[in-house]
Nanobody
């Protein structure tokens, strides 16, 4: 079992930055796991933001956030970060982190691939 807890959300102005954190517990290491960020705005479906493979550090990003959002990990803290720069009002959503063991490179963007989820953290970007 893996428990995930997100933090770092808040209300900011367009153009500002935020860093979200996803702290994992329940296992001594996340080797062979992948951790992703999804977001969901009111009335919208859950949307893939990005993911990182724990062992290799390989990352995937949605086109909508490429060049603005960066995913990284801290092995010692079992924590994944989502650095969000140049935020836009359309980035407003609840952000969730999710984890799965042995992620498929063909379906990493599907929320159904992940079986561990955090409770979410809210991000509001005003213009």
């Amino acid at each position: 079992q893996v428990q995930l807890v997100e933090s770092g959300g808040g209300s900011v102005q367009a153009g500002d930055s935020l860093r979200l954190a996803c702290a994992a517990s329940g296992r001594p290491s996340l080797n062979y796991y992948s951790v992703a960020w999804f977001r969901q705005a009111p009335g919208n479906e859950r949307e893939f933001v990005g993911a990182i493979r724990w062992n290799t550090g390989l990352t995937y990003s949605a086109d909508s956030v490429k060049g603005r959002f960066t995913i990284s990990r801290d092995n010692g803290k079992n924590t994944v970060y989502l650095q969000m720069d140049s935020l836009k009002p359309e980035d407003t959503a609840d952000y969730y982190c999710a984890a799965v063991w042995s992620l498929s490179s063909a379906t990493y963007f599907r929320s159904s691939e992940y079986n561990y989820w955090g409770q979410g953290t809210q991000v509001t970007v005003s213009s």
